[in-house]
């Protein structure tokens, strides 16, 4: 603490320090000071003041360095009035350090002490010391105002630092400054006799807390007193004055509470206040089991001042209205992290200094946060509504407010400006129970609800821009294209990145909540677009729409493949819908097409067919159309799809053969089977360019024009091999048939190609051949009434000419 004279702005003003060395120009030594403090010390133990004994105080360490305290009263006129005027301010304090005749304080201007009306001995102390101070100053040529005028370097020398070095010592003195306070104290002397409740009320009112709580210290020795005296017996009198002890200690304590919470908002004011008020609590802890005090915790009850102090701070922080401003929350929750950093800034400052270690001051102001953020955060869970609001809310919880490892930010409890005394603080929320579980199934049922929005919109959007006008279909990169499935990866996409920026359990529930609304996209797909554009069919616009589909259901399935370790039955599921549509869709393109060239492959084989082109000219520029249709396909399934209707094609042709519409004579086999060569390789070259995967359906064509073609009957059984080879399931009816349209119905060699088509049956195994190669099989064979043609021909030997 600094010793100052006042008067004159020309006075010398001295500092006084014990374990620091003073300046060597012009500077008193240090035996010179201690010699001072001495004879102010004796000078006090001379005074009235010192006769009442040594106190009751509390002391800890070397009482011999401890100044000796003046009376409640010149506190009075020390808080009322304005700072001592000269170096006797040393004893001013109701609780003295150790260390306080060892510290600095910086010079101030002031009246000069004021005398109490309630101590008249101490207007001739004062004067003993004043005089005694006069002495001194001038043994040790301190000089007056003219010693100043004539001699302005030794002020210089004494007061006076360059800039530079008050600059570079700044922070040192700012953080000597802060130190706690110790947590030992000397408590001054009791009064013998208390003053009147009106006077302590007014002390209290005055926020003369020394004094005050002295004086209340004394009231209730006397009640103590008076009641040991009576015993059991508790007279009226005691009654009352047990009345007024509650009432004056809870006025000290609404006064104590009150300075507390206004100890962070006005700390110039308070600064000096908390000392006392520290000390007050630690008395009335001591002294907590005595009858006569206040019934709870003093302690207690300054913490939850600090909590009223937390919750006014925290409540008056901006919060628009969200029609006001959509990023209502996030801004309000920028604030609050800014403002909780500051305040944690101040106390760690400002008011930690003002407080005893014991308090935990810093701990306390972080804790008391923890709490009452916590029952906010409640507050706002039940304002926000909005995905953005849920999320900036469990963002500000689990990564800005506390340390977390998922973002490279600055937390609020991690700022640097709190460190190192966060460093051993808790720094999570004390939120409810299920507080923040609650409040990630909310998220997750609001990201539901809007990716089911979403998902609504996007088809309304299809409708509007495409289906309502028939709009034809975007490509992109040769493959018809919807760009709604990048949309709906998006919306995933950004949904999952926000989500596992919180926690990677919040992230691994929002993906089941994205795949599980997706799942019922297909069919709600499927249903409006059959209902918008069922009109279409069976124009080549339809076509288009159908194949679109299909590419976009499979890149989305793509896309959402990403997701299978994270969710993996929810992928299945997913996937399972979308599969479903896309068999849906190509069984709808698939059947178009067989309606379409049905009539066309019905006239094949027919006598129509051997002397016109025209139905196969429909045909083949039908299949022309798919092959069309599948270059817009992306794979895989314009190879599934191509192969399928390969198979179709194949069979129905070739299918014609079977049922015994039409049997060439006079030699046109020889005209059918060119024919049928022909279209066969204009077909297969369709089937190749689509890349069909059954190849071992283009041989077929050639191996029955082979058969056919041949001038001799003899010559046919020696062309079967290939063909049995090939189609393991071409049997005996089929070869019948085939024969039937090549003009043999009967005969001796007909029945010997028969019999050779069943050693090459049994020389290949019987017959069953790769079941997976099934294409005889599926066709059906219309049976020959002619009750002749299929005896053995033993049973015609009789009819030849030579018998």
């Known amino acids: ?90 004893i001013g304090g109701l609780f003295s350090r150790k260390e306080e005749d060892e510290s600095d304080g910086a010079p101030q201007k002031g009246k000069g002490l004021t005398r109490s009306k309630t101590d008249p001995n101490m207007a001739g102390f004062g004067d003993t010391l004043m005089k005694t101070g006069a002495s001194i100053r001038r043994s040790l040529k301190f000089g007056s105002k003219k010693d100043k005028t004539c001699r302005p370097e030794a002020l210089v020398s004494l007061c006076e630092g360059s800039a530079d070095e008050r600059k570079e010592h700044k922070e040192e003195e700012e ?59 508790s007279p009226m009198q005691l009654a009352k004055k047990e009345k007024d002890l509650n009432l004056l200690y809870g006025e000290l304590r609404n006064k104590v509470n009150t300075i507390v919470r206004d100890s962070n908002s006005l700390p110039s004011r308070n600064k000096g206040l908390l000392v006392p008020v520290a000390r007050i ?74 407080y005893p270690p014991s308090f935990k001051v810093f701990s306390t102001y972080v804790r008391s946060y923890h709490r009452v953020l916590g029952q906010h955060m409640k507050k706002l869970d039940e304002q926000a509504t909005e995905r953005k609001d849920l999320y900036a809310l469990l963002d500000w919880i689990i990564n800005r407010y506390k340390r977390s490892v998922n973002v490279n930010h600055e937390s609020i409890m991690g700022s640097l400006s709190l460190q190192p005394d966060m460093k051993d603080e808790s720094v999570d929320l004390q939120l409810e129970d299920e507080l923040l579980t609650q409040l990630k199934d909310k ?30 279909p975007q490509k992109e990169e040769d493959f018809l294209n919807c760009p709604f499935h990048m949309d709906i990866w998006t919306t995933v996409k950004g949904n999952v990145q926000n989500s596992g920026a919180i926690d990677a359990q919040l992230e691994q529930q929002v993906i089941s909540c994205c795949l599980q609304e997706l799942s019922t996209f297909p069919k709600r797909f499927e249903t409006e677009f059959r209902r918008h554009c069922s ?41 399972q819908e979308a599969t479903s549509l896309i068999i849906r869709l190509n069984q ?123 001038k001799n009957k003899s010559d046919i059984k020696n062309h079967l091999q290939p063909l049995v080879e090939h189609y393991p399931d071409f049997s005996r009816k089929h070869l019948v048939a085939v024969l039937y349209f090549r003009g043999l119905l009967r005969g001796r060699e007909h029945q010997l190609i028969l019999q050779r088509h069943t050693e090459l049956k049994e020389k290949l195994g019987g017959g069953g051949g790769d079941r997976s190669r099934v294409l005889f099989g599926d066709m059906h064979v219309t049976v020959n009434t002619d009750c002749l043609s299929n005896l053995p021909f033993s049973c015609l030997s009789f009819l030849l000419p030579d018998n």
């Open 1 to 90: 603490m600094m010793d100052k004279s006042t008067g004159n702005p020309d006075e010398d003003r001295v500092s006084l320090k014990s374990d620091e060395k003073t300046p060597t120009n012009g500077a008193v030594s240090l035996g010179v000071l201690q010699t001072l403090r001495k004879s102010i010390r004796r000078a006090a133990e001379k005074s009235p003041l010192a006769s009442g004994g040594k106190g009751s105080g509390v002391t800890t360490g070397d009482d011999s360095g401890a100044r000796p305290p003046p009376s409640p009263s010149e506190y009075r006129g020390l808080r009322v009035g304005s700072p001592v005027t000269s170096p006797l301010k040393n």
């Open 535 to 575: 009109a279409l069919r069976p124009k080549p616009l339809w076509s288009e729409y159908q194949i679109t589909y299909i590419n976009c259901f499979t890149a989305l399935q793509q896309h959402m493949e990403e997701y299978r370790d994270s969710c993996p039955d929810e992928v299945d599921g997913f996937r």
């Open 281 to 354: 609590i630690q008395e009335e802890e001591r002294r907590a089991e005595e009858p006569g005090g206040l019934a709870g915790s003093w302690m207690e009850a300054w913490r939850e001042a600090v909590g009223e102090v937390v919750q006014a701070k925290v409540s008056s922080v901006h919060l628009e209205q969200r029609e006001q401003n959509v990023s209502w929350l996030a801004v309000h929750l920028g604030l609050l992290g800014r403002t909780v950093v500051e305040d944690l800034e101040s106390v760690k400052k400002e008011l930690r200094c003002s």
């Open 588 to 710: 709808v393109l698939e059947d178009q097409f067989k309606d379409d060239v049905k009539p066309y492959l019905r006239r094949m084989m027919t006598r129509k067919w051997l002397t016109n082109d025209e139905d196969f000219g429909q045909l083949h520029s039908r299949t022309e159309l798919l092959s069309q249709h599948c270059a817009l396909m992306r794979p895989p399934h314009n190879q599934e799809f191509a192969s399928r209707l390969h198979y179709h094609v194949v069979r129905e042709y070739v299918g014609q053969l079977m049922k015994n519409n039409y049997s060439c004579k006079n030699r046109k086999h020889e005209k059918a089977a060119s024919k049928m060569r022909l279209q066969w390789e204009k077909l297969s070259d369709l089937f190749e360019n689509m890349k069909s995967t059954h190849e071992w359906l283009y041989a077929v064509g050639d191996d029955l024009s082979n058969v056919i073609v041949q």
């Open 443 to 472: 998220f997750c049922c609001r990201v539901k609800k809007d990716m089911s929005s979403s998902l609504d919109r996007l088809i309304a959007l299809e409708h509007e821009e495409v289906w309502r006008d028939s709009s034809s």
């Open 175 to 233: 953080e000597e400054a802060c130190e706690e306070m110790e947590e030992s104290y000397t408590l001054l002397e009791i009064p013998h006799t208390p003053l009147s409740v009106m006077q302590i009320n007014k002390l209290i009112e005055n926020e003369v807390l020394e004094e005050a709580h002295l004086n209340l210290l004394a009231l209730r020795q006397e009640f103590q007193q008076e009641r040991e005296r009576c015993g059991e017996d």
